[in-house]
């Protein structure tokens, strides 16, 4: 029977800590991997993972938690570095390893895998094998292996990635038995979701036990702050009517301009006037950002809604941008710009909320988690694009700028949204009733976007939405709602320039 027979029974829905200094670090002693071992048991850890045989030794006589051993070698002849040979095994086995754990890919080796398998299990050891993926998870299932282990994946070959494999781990939980999910859990929502995707058991390492790894972590996180924090940002805010241009640097509006939305949006003449905008800026900025009214994907620019902003399908703007101005560039759909602007200094600062722009158009952006939410298709947050049980219009034609003037011209009353504003406060009727009106549509709207999300703070801005007789017009209908379905609205702090700090802000990572 293995030594430890009763591993895999307790090692299920445990923490593995892998004690594995920089090599030749100075962390890198027997010493230390001790203390790493002993603090890893003392908060919790079920198993250790350890390489080398001394330091194997040193650990089994120190910590009375179970070891899985290995040995890393760097041959001339094959790329495989984790107990490739038989020696190896011996020395591990000696040394009071309770799992060996070997390199399963399917590359060339000194020792077929097999072999090696047969040697664990003769001294009376479990073996683990350290797999890339799912066809050889199958063929180490096959062979005998106590253990299937995702180690491997994206280490044999091109780039490697960022995220785990969670793919991979479900693929092992499917053959059964033991799965070790190893490779990137550097943070303990990652462990959790490796568990939630089939693991039987999680093993981290850099992200405890490689001091540098972690300080490098952390050194890049606060200098790309920093970087993002004097960085000067051209950034664009195209709309349906007007087109902003504005220098910020660390949410400071330096300098800005206004004009009207050039007509053939996405033409070459269209992008020779929005380059005009900049012209003496050039050389003030670090990098160029724009918030479009529209879809961003990719790169790529397309419309959501034609009547609002008619934008060439798939538009090339990121490129453009970038040509145009000679500088990194960034894009992404206004209101989400505008949702990243009053999370990061403005009414959201901090919360989970949803942003809804009422203008022109109807647009809108979610942050949940600190996270800007684009979505697949970019589309995330884009209530105006929602329509109704009954197949109706749109929200943003019902509900919009340009609704509410369509809605007055229908009436006989050829009226923009100024004029209907106006006549609003002077107590007219039919502007009153057309207003409601809309309000009624955008009222539903987002009691079901509560309803679906539960953000903590919906923030209100667009040229409408933050009009005060708008505002509590929509405040007296949401007040009807029971209270635990009402959303919790907040005008914009950051009022009209959202979009273009929201942009700023997001485009400064490219500096």
């Known amino acids: 029977m293995p030594r430890n027979s009763r591993f895999l029974e307790d090692l299920e829905g445990g ?29 919790g850890a079920r198993a250790l993972r350890i390489e080398g045989a001394d330091n194997v030794a040193a650990t089994v006589a120190a910590c009375d938690l179970p070891v899985i051993g290995i040995v890393k070698r760097d041959l001339a002849d ?33 020792v077929p895998v097999a072999v090696l398998l ?4 003769a001294r009376g050891c479990l073996a683990m094998a350290d797999l890339s993926n799912a066809a050889e998870a199958a063929a180490a299932k096959q062979m005998g292996f106590d253990i299937l282990g ?9 780039e490697i990635p960022v995220r785990p494999d969670l793919d991979f781990v479900s693929a092992c939980r499917r053959l059964g038995g033991t799965v070790i999910a190893e490779g990137r859990y550097n943070a303990p929502h990652l462990a959790a979701m490796a568990m939630e995707a089939g693991a039987s058991a999680v093993c981290v390492g850099s992200a405890i036990t490689r ?5 490098e972590w952390f050194r890049e996180a606060v200098e790309g702050a920093a970087r993002k924090r004097e960085a000067t940002v051209l950034a664009l805010d195209v709309g349906g009517s007007k087109t902003l241009a504005a220098l910020v640097r660390d949410g400071v509006i330096l300098d800005r301009r206004t004009v009207p939305t050039a007509q053939g949006v996405g033409t070459e003449e269209w992008f020779a006037a929005l380059a005009a905008l900049g012209t003496d800026w050039r050389g003030g900025f ?7 009214t529209g879809l961003v994907r990719d790169g790529a620019w397309s419309a959501l809604n034609p009547r609002t902003l008619a934008i060439p399908p798939h538009t090339p703007l990121v490129d453009k941008l970038h040509a145009l101005f000679g500088a990194p560039a960034a894009a992404l759909n206004d209101a989400q710009a505008a949702a990243w602007g009053e999370y990061s200094r403005g009414a959201g600062r901090g919360l989970d909320m949803a942003f809804i722009t009422v203008s022109s158009g109807i647009g809108g952006g979610i942050v949940l988690d600190g996270k800007l939410l684009e979505g697949a298709r970019g589309l995330a947050g884009s209530l105006g694009q929602t329509v109704g049980a009954r197949g109706r219009e749109r929200l943003e034609t019902r509900a919009s700028g340009f609704a509410m003037a369509a809605s007055a ?13 106006t006549a609003l406060e002077r107590g007219q009727s039919w502007a009153a009733g057309l207003v409601d009106a809309a309000i009624e549509e955008l009222a539903v709207a987002l009691l079901d976007l509560q309803r679906l999300l539960d953000p903590q703070v919906v ?15 929509l405040e007296t209908r949401l007040a009807c709602e029971p209270e635990i379905m009402r959303p919790t609205i907040r005008p914009a702090a950051l009022g009209g320039d959202a979009g273009i700090v929201g942009i700023a802000d997001h485009a400064a990572s490219l500096a």
Do not use: K, N, W
């Open 15 to 43: 923490l593995i800590v892998s004690c594995q200094p920089v090599d030749d670090g100075p962390m890198d002693s027997v010493a230390t991997i001790v203390a790493f071992a002993l603090a890893a048991r003392d908060a």
């Open 78 to 110: 094959s790329a495989v570095r984790i107990t490739p040979l038989l020696e190896d095994v011996a020395a591990l086995a000696d040394a009071g390893a309770s799992v060996i754990a070997v390199d399963g890919t399917d590359r060339p080796r000194p």
């Open 118 to 121: 047969e040697a664990i299990h």
């Open 150 to 158: 995702t180690t491997m994946s994206g280490y044999t070959g091109g």
């Open 211 to 215: 001091t540098e790894h972690v300080t």
């Open 286 to 292: 670090d990098v160029v950002g724009a918030a479009v």
């Open 409 to 421: 011209e229908a009436i006989g009353q050829a009226a923009d949204t100024r004029e209907i504003f």
């Open 459 to 473: 923030v209100l801005g667009g040229g409408i939405g933050l009009l005060g007789p708008f505002r509590d017009r």
